[in-house]
């Protein structure tokens, strides 16, 4: 009975749980660099489609306490594209921007110098993106059917290392003899000896089978 008791009586919880309902948005506000060009009073925003002009004002001024003198939009029809390189021909979705003339002018920081890039890695940045570039190339060159030029095809490193060392063989033809680890020759270990059954040191090793195998012959 007490066990059923304990059952039916309401659960109660450790700690108490709050009931704040929170409101995260559900869209994406990228503010776009300038272009070398524009005015520092005008701001660019890449909005979604369903946004208005004051829609980016009141975003603004609420969340960023930016007063803004009006909006502009249009919006940018992506290119036409193919799906898998092999599929049939599509239009991505449109972007939609719009340029806010701001009551304050807003200037961009200047882009760090290549030598101030250097502490992130930025050589090897570039250079795994040009890898990647040219694998997506390659690709979709192999996709349509493109057969690459043999001035197009890149050389492998191995044989670029192949190359190069020839030419150093080349260059210097003591590379060729072979040295020991203590600048010695090396000691053949294979001779004619060695394949001779009659002689040398397999000799031996041949006579003793052959008397052996006499001996038991005999018996």
């Known amino acids: 009975m007490a066990t059923s008791a304990a059952m039916a009586a309401p659960k109660k919880l450790l700690a108490p749980m709050g009931k704040k309902q929170l409101f995260l948005p559900n869209h994406v506000i990228t503010f776009i660099r300038p272009r070398p060009k524009q005015p520092s009073n005008h701001a660019m925003f890449a909005v979604p489609l369903k946004w208005n002009k004051f829609d980016l004002r009141d975003y603004l001024f609420n969340v960023y306490n930016v007063e803004v003198r009006g909006v502009r939009s249009f919006i940018n029809q992506s290119a036409p594209e193919k799906k898998n390189q092999l599929g049939k021909t599509y239009r991505p979705q449109s972007e939609k921007m719009m340029v806010a003339e701001l009551v304050k002018p807003f200037v961009w920081p200047a882009v760090p110098g290549k030598d101030a890039r250097e502490a992130w890695d930025y050589e090897q940045h570039l250079k795994y993106k ?87 012959g005999g018996r």
């Open 130 to 216: 040009g890898e990647e570039d040219a694998r997506r190339k390659e690709y979709a060159d192999k996709m349509k059917g493109r057969i690459p030029l043999r001035t197009e095809v890149k050389i492998p490193m191995d044989v670029r290392d192949l190359r190069k060392q020839a030419q150093e063989f080349l260059a210097d033809p003591g590379l060729w003899e072979e040295t020991g680890v203590k600048g010695g020759k090396w000691k053949e270990v294979e001779t004619e000896d060695s394949f001779n059954f009659e002689g040398g040191e397999n000799g031996e090793l041949v006579k003793g089978m052959k008397e052996q195998e006499k001996n038991e």
